[in-house]
């Protein structure tokens, strides 16, 4: 869906935008990267550690049909929270997919 640095430029659209955002989850700002039904690839703005090691930049996985984070991941660049978020978009393709052929299965 979104190759190399188009991924990287797609996440700090989404930083910026969350910088802005009035989007709340569990007191965190979060921007959807992608969707695949019930499973959202987002970024997801770190709390802040007062000692200063929070990692800049933070991807999860998100199943709303169960309300859980299946999978997440951080980066301290771009390069490096690209290469997350991808593998993740593809997780999330795969689950998508599974679930569809399982309710296809269960006709």
């Keep these: 869906m979104f190759p190399g640095k188009a991924l990287e430029l797609r996440i700090l659209q989404l930083y ?3 910088l802005n ?3 709340f989850i569990d007191g965190c700002r979060t921007a959807t990267v992608a969707r695949y039904g019930a499973y959202e690839v987002r970024l997801v703005e ?3 550690d007062p000692r200063g090691d929070t990692i800049p930049f933070w991807i999860e996985l998100f199943d709303h049909k169960s309300a859980n984070t299946i999978d997440s ?3 301290h660049d771009f390069e490096e929270t690209a290469a997350g978020a991808a593998a993740m978009l593809s997780q999330a393709g795969l689950l998508h997919l599974d679930a569809i052929a399982c309710c296809q299965n269960a006709v």
Excluded: H, S
Aim: proline letters at 8%; a positive charge.
């Design 16 to 18: 910026i935008w969350t």
């Design 21 to 23: 955002a009035k989007r």
């Design 46 to 48: 770190p709390l802040l």
């Design 73 to 75: 991941c951080g980066g």
